[in-house]
Nanobody
Framework: QVRLVESGGGLVQPGGSLRLSCVASGTSFSKNTLYWYRETPGEQREVVAAITSSDTHYGDSVKGRFTISRDNAKNTVYLQMNDLKPEDTAMYYC?????????WGQGTQVTVSS
């Protein structure tokens, strides 16, 4: 059974940093594209960052502040978030597609507030 589990969220002051982790289990994800999304109440879920086996992509609102990376040996994708802003407050989810099926984690809450 494929499963994604996020962790690392929390409360942080503006300008602070957090690192999110998403551990994948059930199969090897070394060739999968892995995504981080975020969602706030009443808003559509938006893609924050994506990582393939050789490339990374970022949403415009996080470019230069967030870094996505992966450790294939640990089946884990990370999202390093620096210079956090109140508008980064959201539930963050990881996502992948494996064997034609889409998988999401349960999410981890990030709150940026003073």
């Amino acid at each position: 059974q494929v499963r994604l589990v996020e962790s690392g969220g929390g409360l942080v002051q503006p300008g602070g940093s957090l690192r999110l982790s998403c551990v994948a289990s059930g199969t090897s994800f070394s060739k999968n594209t892995l995504y981080w999304y975020r969602e706030t109440p009443g808003e559509q879920r938006e893609v924050v960052a994506a990582i393939t086996s050789s490339d990374t992509h970022y949403g415009d609102s996080v470019k230069g502040r967030f870094t996505i990376s992966r450790d294939n040996a640990k089946n884990t994708v990370y999202l390093q978030m620096n210079d956090l802003k109140p508008e980064d407050t959201a539930m963050y989810y990881c996502r992948t597609i494996n064997g034609g099926t889409e998988y999401w984690g349960q999410g981890t809450q990030v709150t940026v507030s003073s």
